[in-house]
Nanobody, 124 residues
Framework: QVQLVESGGGLVQPGGSLSLSCRAS?????LAWFRQAPGKEREFVAY????????YYADSVRGRFTISRDNAENTVSLSMDNLKPEDTAVYYC????????????????????WGQGTQVTVSA
């Protein structure tokens, strides 16, 4: 069992920046972020392998968001710049003990453990 605890989030103006952090209770190979806006399905945001050599982003956030890991602390962070109103959502940290093939990283059903979620609101 892996427990995930997220922190960060909040209200920010369009064009602003925000950082999210997630701490896992144990070593995991995969850490990723998803988000879910009201009335929408949960969608993939970013993924990092344990080594950090494999990182993938949703097209909608590439170039604005950065995922990073600290394996010594079992944490993953999501740095978000140039935020837009459409980035408003509840952001979830998720994990897997074992690796995922690239074709599977964007499907939430392939992840076993989820954090409680943290709200990010982008509004003037």
């Amino acid at each position: 069992q892996v427990q995930l605890v997220e922190s960060g989030g909040g209200l920010v103006q369009p064009g602003g920046s925000l950082s999210l952090s997630c701490r896992a209770s144990t070593r995991t190979d995969v850490l990723a972020w998803f988000r879910q806006a009201p009335g929408k399905e949960r969608e993939f945001v970013a993924y990092s392998s344990r080594s950090g050599r494999e990182k993938y982003y949703a097209d909608s956030v590439r170039g604005r968001f950065t995922i990073s890991r600290d394996n010594a602390e079992n944490t993953v962070s999501l740095s978000m710049d140039n935020l837009k109103p459409e980035d408003t959502a509840v952001y979830y940290c998720t994990a897997r003990i074992n690796r995922l093939v690239v074709s599977a990283i964007r499907q939430p059903e392939n992840y076993a453990y989820w954090g409680q979620g943290t709200q990010v609101t982008v509004s003037a």
